[in-house]
């Protein structure tokens, strides 16, 4: 069974900085299946990033996402205040069918 | 425009059963997988299986199999999670999505806007 764990927990950042995203399994995966959700309070997710490094239709190209193998990194390079939110990394196994990791809060400083 | 639509919120008490749903519109129903994923109050998101509604083909996550049944009526483009007998465990946000699979990718574009259970004596 793949186990993905995201860090950190939270990230406390202010507007305009720049957020580097983990997301690490616990064993070699396809960067086919990855994917990056965002979530705001009282919303449900929005896709963000599949593939490990496409963005989906419509996303701004401040978001950026990279890796392979066991290492994932969702960057915002630019924070605008709509960024704050969480952000959930997930993949997709053929065994273990859909897992997501724990999420990553990214917080007003 | 591609939506889905879930049913409204839902207040029920242990051991009741319970059957919420989600309705597609704007592209091919069958054609595509509905996810359902759980968030309990303050936590992550958690997968908890999926249907094809082309041929009922039905997957569920390891942990969570026999505790919910994933449906779907393909003649009115609606997929079901239902509960035959709910525990105060079970109270969390309920979405459902669409899957986008294939040989190069595997991810879900579309999301409901979520129904709320609360079980509650």
């Known amino acids: 069974e793949i186990v993905v764990t995201q860090s950190p927990g939270t990230l406390s950042l202010s507007p305009g900085e720049r957020a580097t995203l983990s997301c690490r399994a616990s064993?070699?995966?396809?960067?086919?299946?990855l994917v990056w959700y965002q979530q705001k309070p009282g919303q449900a997710p929005r896709l963000l990033i599949y593939?490990?490094?496409s963005r989906a239709t419509g996303i701004p190209d401040r978001f950026s996402g990279s890796g392979s193998g066991t290492d994932f990194t969702l960057t915002i390079t630019r924070l605008e205040p709509e960024d704050f939110a969480v952000y959930h990394c997930?993949?997709?196994?053929?065994?273990?069918?859909?897992?997501f990791g724990g999420g990553t809060k990214v917080e007003i400083k | 425009e591609v939506q889905l639509v879930q049913s409204g919120a839902e207040v029920k008490k242990p051991g009741e059963s319970l059957k919420i749903s989600c309705k597609g519109s704007?592209?091919?129903?069958?054609?595509?997988?509905i996810v359902w994923v759980r968030q309990m109050p303050g936590k992550g998101l958690e997968w908890m299986g999926m249907?094809?509604?082309?041929?009922?083909?039905?997957r569920y996550s390891p942990s969570l199999q026999g505790q919910v049944t994933i449906s779907a009526d393909k003649s009115i483009i609606t997929a079901y999670l239902q509960w035959s007998s709910l525990k105060a465990s079970d109270t969390a946000m309920y979405y459902c999505?669409?899957?986008?699979?294939?040989?190069?990718?595997?991810?879900?574009?579309?999301w409901g806007k979520g129904t709320t259970v609360t079980v509650s004596s």
């Open positions: 249907i094809y509604p082309g041929d009922s083909d039905t």
């Open positions: 999505a669409r899957l986008r699979s294939g040989y190069s990718h595997y991810y879900m574009d579309v």
């Open positions: 064993q070699s995966v396809s960067s086919s299946y």
């Open positions: 704007g592209y091919s129903f069958s054609n595509y997988w």
């Open positions: 997930q993949y997709y196994g053929r065994s273990s069918g859909l897992t």
């Open positions: 593939g490990a490094s």
